[in-house]
């Protein structure tokens, strides 16, 4: 299937002893949302990390299988500089770099890259952040810390980071888990309007809010993957009782 | 009912910890002017001597300062333009490169070198490694590149440059534990926001633990430089205590003074000579106004720079 971008084969992870991760399979469309949905440790955070070889950050994490990015496998024939360059990732918690301002926030990884053209990093914190919504509230001072925002505009900030090396991957940790509503709907019409450019996976504890952004979801149940497929299907007429059970809210 | 005792508790502390810092500010005042009333003197006879000086003969009253005090600030500043790196790679190697394992080995190094007393540095220095640098280090350089005035001959022994070697070994155990430390606290999140944008180990390093650690090693190298300044008994044993460095002879291989091993070695004899022991005391109070001067500046610059 030439329009998947991202193929997982049988994929299973470990801390230390303990696997958290079963022999996980499926195949993420191109420029589609896919959201990951599943109870609290069911493996989900896991199951992304897994995707851009964050995981192996984590001592004792242990990873087997193949995660495949247009035909390449992410463990064997990329290093993890490369891939996470093209997999970009926005964390549960905003987390800004502190030590920099609003404009060297966005430009983090381009600046990683070896791009110092002033005109082109201009141009790129300017298209980000009115990518994300954050240009009218931040343009006036561009040379503030970044964490001297608001948790929204630090988790936009964030996105646009992600954003700024232009990623063919987008992983979101329950980017609005800590947000308000306000804040939420901002994120989740931007996340709507990245599939232009990307692949977005979104992990969600919010099912509403599964089935508002994405075309897919991914239901997860301690470690395995009970069922993919369009979210319509799977809200209106899921295959396994589980999945119905979690998607109408009648878990646990 | 219990509001109000826990009121009252407060109230207590409060108080005992006002009494026990005005206790700590008055001692400190007491200490300052009776090094002033004693120096009155020295100040009065010396005038300005005692700062630009450069030589000190207490039988023709003559007390010059200068040697003293620049071979303390020369000797602190070698040691920690020398600490400071050594400190930095050990902290980055234990907190990001180095295997789990070693790290109680090298931990426990540090306590350990940070827990000898500076007495056995000093028998140390004078006894093995004086010996072993001349014969090894010196003598080869001077017989090399001696023509270069700092580097030139005779090789002492005991030297300004082995009183910094062993002010270096005395105070990287205080910086390193200090920085790994500071290092190992940089936020996992923070950390992981730069790997995820396909940064490098030593990226990480650069953008994210460097700026995040940046105010706390600066506090830990004005603690070791305090540390250096102040350090007595190692350094009389092993610097020579004279007045050949800097204005008879720049080499490095000289020996000389600093402000504490020409108190600790001439006080005792100092005390027939009214002069003399003010002198003495002048200098100590030099040495008192250099480090309070040094943590000012220190504060100052660690406040300028807050969230930048
Ligand atoms: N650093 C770690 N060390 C050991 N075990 C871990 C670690 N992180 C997570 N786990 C375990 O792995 C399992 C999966 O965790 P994960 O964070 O992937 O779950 P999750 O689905 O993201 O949960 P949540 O919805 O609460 O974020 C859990 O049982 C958790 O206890
Ligand atoms: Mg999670």
Same mark, same amino acid.
């Given at each position: ?37 599943? %109870? ?18 984590? %001592? ?88 001297? *925002? ?74 395995? *993957? ?11 007429? %899921? ?14 | ?29 007491? *200490? ?71 790290? %109680? ?204």
């Amino acid at each position: 299937m030439s329009s998947n971008k991202l193929k997982v084969e049988d994929l299973s992870a470990w801390f230390y002893e303990k696997q958290v991760l079963n022999r996980v399979s499926l195949e993420f469309p191109d420029k589609k949302v896919i959201a990951i949905i599943g %109870p609290s440790g069911c493996g989900k955070t896991t199951f992304i990390r897994c995707l851009n070889r964050m995981h192996e950050l984590t %001592p004792g994490a242990r990873v087997r299988g193949r995660v495949v990015l247009d035909g390449k496998d992410i463990y064997t024939e990329m290093d993890a500089m490369e891939v996470r360059r093209k997999i970009g990732m926005v964390f549960q918690k905003p987390n800004p770099f502190p030590n920099m301002s609003i404009y060297d926030n966005v430009v983090a990884g381009l600046k990683l890259m070896g791009i110092r053209d002033k005109a082109l990093l201009d141009k790129v914190v300017e298209s980000k952040l009115r990518e994300v919504g954050l240009w009218d509230e931040v343009s006036d001072d561009l040379r503030r810390s970044g964490a001297q *925002l608001s948790g929204g505009q630090q988790q936009r900030l964030c996105i646009a980071r992600a954003l700024a090396t232009e990623p063919e991957v987008l992983l979101m940790d329950e980017p609005t888990s800590s947000l308000d509503p306000s804040s939420t709907a901002k994120i989740e019409s931007l996340v709507r309007v990245l599939k232009n450019h990307a692949t977005v996976i979104i992990i969600t504890h919010n099912v509403q809010q599964a089935a508002r952004v994405s075309d897919y979801t991914a239901f997860l149940y301690l470690g395995d *993957l009970i069922e993919f497929g369009e979210t319509k299907k799977i809200f209106e007429s %899921p295959k396994n009782p589980l999945t119905e059970k979690y998607v109408t809210g009648r878990f646990g | 009912m219990k509001y109000k005792s826990n009121f009252f508790f407060e109230k207590i502390f409060k108080t005992i910890l006002k009494i026990t810092s005005l206790i700590v500010i008055g001692i400190f005042i007491l *200490l300052f002017y009776s090094l002033v009333e004693r120096s009155i003197p020295s100040l009065f006879q010396n005038g300005l001597e005692i700062l630009f000086g450069t030589s000190w003969d207490p039988n023709f009253e003559i007390f010059g300062g200068a040697p003293a005090i620049l071979g303390t600030l020369f000797s602190s500043a070698i040691a920690l333009i020398f600490a400071l790196p050594i400190s930095l790679c050990i902290a980055i190697f234990y907190t990001e490169y180095g295997p789990v394992r070693l790290r %109680p080995f090298i931990s426990g190094i540090m306590d350990l070198l940070a827990a000898i007393p500076s007495v056995i540095y000093g028998i140390w220095g004078l006894w093995t490694l004086s010996p072993i640098l001349k014969i090894n280090f010196q003598e080869p350089i001077i017989a090399s590149i001696g023509f270069i005035p700092i580097f030139s001959g005779p090789a002492y022994g005991l030297s300004i440059f082995l009183a910094s070697l062993i002010l270096t070994i005395m105070i990287t155990p205080i910086i390193s534990s200090i920085s790994i430390d500071i290092f190992s606290k940089t936020p996992m999140h923070l950390r992981e926001g730069m790997f995820a944008l396909g940064a490098t180990k030593w990226e990480v390093i650069k953008n994210v633990v460097f700026p995040f650690a940046k105010r706390g090693v600066f506090a830990a190298t004005i603690l070791g430089l305090g540390r250096a300044l102040g350090e007595t008994m190692a350094v009389t044993m092993v610097i020579g205590n004279s007045y050949l460095w800097p204005f008879k002879s720049v080499s490095l291989f000289a020996s000389a003074s600093t402000i504490t091993s020409k108190i600790a070695s001439e006080f005792p004899e100092s005390v027939v000579n009214l002069i003399h022991n003010s002198s003495l005391i002048s200098l100590a109070l030099i040495l008192l106004i250099i480090s309070i001067s040094i943590n000012f500046v220190a504060e100052i610059i660690s406040k300028k720079s807050v969230g930048g």
